[in-house]
């Protein structure tokens, strides 16, 4: 079962040291007592293993296989069995495969980063020990930098071989047990009693390959290996008897034993690969970014101390005031860029109509001053004229009489200013200029009303653009986009990224049988069945919710099938990219 990264790195030390103490009591009270059984254990634990747990990949059994309510029970456990080994072997392949890819992502970089990740990235005491060796070097004229390159690459490729070997073993015994499922599902779906022992001495038989091929790395360690300590847990399966007559049937009771013993083996399995995953693990995001860490929490310290010198705890009100200041500085923040923009634009919106009122009132005094000015220069220029002027003459009319008799008027400035028309000429000038002054207060008036919305929406950006922040924020946290679970855009580039990896894997498959190469092909399969688990877990929630869950899953299921072509599995694949949440965005449907 595909276990997300976040879950096995928190577990994976809790699941060693319980199957390494559990084999341990399990051998000491072997010891004192020979005569205790050594599958108590197992038998007292068989009235809990029908636990709930997490669905996996499902198995190649036919679709009929629970619809007849005569042999529920006894399909249900073979369907258990099956479901239960293939499940701890793709949690144990999984935890493999996220170390293996850690330790091949690490023995690509160069040199010098290889060299930075020996010193910075594994603690302080492989800090300490590698300056030591380092100056150490430097102290003896010795190549000291090339040699700690050289360790650095012996360190990690030793890793990536012991990862390598395991998931070559796991991948390939994961595939057999599948093949083998496939191979007898019909049968043993119609026939559990009979089918049933034979498909347990063939799951002991595989255990012992497996124990032949991995068996060994417990003791191949050569003597400046850079893995601390000793494996002190060798592979031992327990043997299934074999079945000596054709035809013959196990008790319920040897059946008993045999699945008892298969469970024995998985357990041993996974106390071995956790051992060996525990010994070869990728350092944790706290070891490898250690410094970060203590240089942040040097910082907190420091800041600590200096609030604390701040704090009421010493008599001092500084921090007091810092708190009231910053409070008086958001309430100020939010009344004058939230609350009064908010409250400008509501006032704009609904208050139209009275400023509109307004506004007509305004205009009948500027029309007033207008009626006035007009009845002064018609005035005016009938007594200029002597002669009558039409009622509906204009105004650029009249004041064309006007400045030319203030032309003539000014010829005579003093005489005029008391006996001619220069006042009077000079007071309809004032007129005409309070008549302009006025409406262009008017215009401006109307600009500084229609912008008042403007305004009010620039004032309420900056907290706009802190809204529109913390919201993205929020939104990245709960989708969760850097898993394949999660419903961002990085999450479907990772489920897409699954669904080229299968098919690249297929290929590579296909690849193997033609040439004969029955083992490699075998691991191919099932590092096939592996990430076809991890698709399976990743689509099943988004599928649901779409509607495409039943045909996804048909899909998946065939990909599956160890005895579907190869050209159609590729069509199948081209098929899938289509689902909905397959598609690279939603906004390219």
Request: some cysteine; glycine content about 4%; overall charge neutral.
């Amino acid at each position: 079962m595909a276990v997300p990264p976040s879950e096995t790195e928190s577990t994976e030390n809790t699941t060693f040291l319980s199957q390494f103490y559990s084999h341990y009591l399990r051998n000491r009270i072997h010891a004192l007592y020979p005569f205790f059984p050594k599958n108590f254990f197992s038998i007292f634990a068989i009235p809990f293993r029908s636990t709930p747990r997490r669905e996996c990949l499902p198995l190649p059994l036919p679709s009929s296989s629970f619809d007849s309510p005569l042999l529920i029970t006894k399909r249900s456990r073979v369907h258990g069995i099956v479901e239960g080994i293939l499940e701890r072997v793709l949690m144990n392949l999984h935890s493999v495969q996220k170390n293996l890819q850690f330790w091949q992502f690490r023995a690509k970089r160069s040199d010098s980063e290889k060299a930075r990740f020996m010193i910075f990235e594994r603690g302080p005491r492989a800090f300490v020990d590698e300056t030591i060796k380092l100056l150490r070097g430097f102290t003896a004229q010795d190549s000291s930098s090339r040699s700690l390159c050289q360790s650095a690459s012996d360190f990690i490729d030793e890793r990536v071989a012991v990862l390598s070997s395991l998931r070559y073993s796991l991948a390939t015994f994961l595939a057999q047990v599948y093949m083998e499922v496939d191979k007898v599902g019909e049968d043993l779906v119609a026939n559990p009693e009979t089918e049933l022992p034979s498909l347990l001495v063939t799951i002991s038989d595989l255990f012992s390959t497996i124990e032949a091929s991995i068996g060994h790395l417990h003791a191949v360690r050569e003597s400046d290996s850079s893995v601390d300590g000793t494996y002190s847990i060798p592979l031992l399966f327990e043997k299934v008897p074999k079945i000596h007559q054709e035809g013959s049937q196990w008790t319920e009771c040897e059946i008993r034993n045999a699945i008892n013993s298969i469970y024995q083996n998985l357990d041993k399995l996974d106390a071995y690969i956790s051992l060996l995953v525990f010994k070869h693990r990728k350092p944790t995001k706290i070891t490898q970014y250690w410094i970060h860490y203590t240089c942040g929490a040097v910082g907190l310290s420091v800041c600590s101390i200096w609030l604390l010198r701040h704090s009421r705890l010493v008599g001092s009100s500084d921090l007091d005031n810092w708190i009231q200041e910053a409070k008086n500085s958001t309430i100020g923040f939010f009344k004058n860029h939230v609350e009064q923009p908010i409250l400008s634009i509501r006032d704009e919106l609904f208050e139209t109509f009275r400023k509109r009122h307004q506004g007509i009132m305004e205009l009948e005094e500027v029309q007033l001053t207008s009626n006035s000015l007009h009845r002064m220069l018609l005035a005016f220029s009938e007594q200029a004229k002597g002669q009558n002027i039409p009622a509906n003459a204009s105004d650029q009319e009249m004041l064309e009489i006007v400045m030319d008799r203030y032309e003539k008027e000014l010829m005579h400035p003093i005489q005029n200013l008391l006996n001619g028309e220069l006042v009077r000429a000079i007071l309809i000038q004032v007129q005409k200029l309070k008549l302009d002054t006025e409406t262009a207060m008017l215009e401006l008036n109307q600009i500084l009303r229609a912008n008042e919305i403007n305004f009010a929406v620039l004032t309420a950006l900056p907290a706009f653009f802190l809204s529109l922040l913390l919201i993205m924020v929020v939104r990245a946290w709960f989708k969760q986009d850097t898993k394949a679970e999660g419903r961002g855009r990085v999450a479907r580039i990772q489920r897409r990224l699954l669904v080229a990896e299968i098919k690249k894997r297929i290929v590579r498959y296909q690849h193997y049988v033609e040439q004969g190469r029955e083992r490699d092909a075998q691991c191919m399969f099932g590092l096939a069945l592996y990430s076809l688990n991890r698709l399976y877990h990743s689509v099943k929630w988004h599928a649901e919710a779409s509607g495409e869950w039943e045909s996804l899953r048909e899909d998946i299921v065939d990909l599956a099938a160890p005895g579907l072509q190869t050209s159609d599995k590729l069509s199948v694949i081209s098929h899938m990219v289509t689902y909905d949440c397959l598609l690279p965005s939603q906004s390219r449907r």
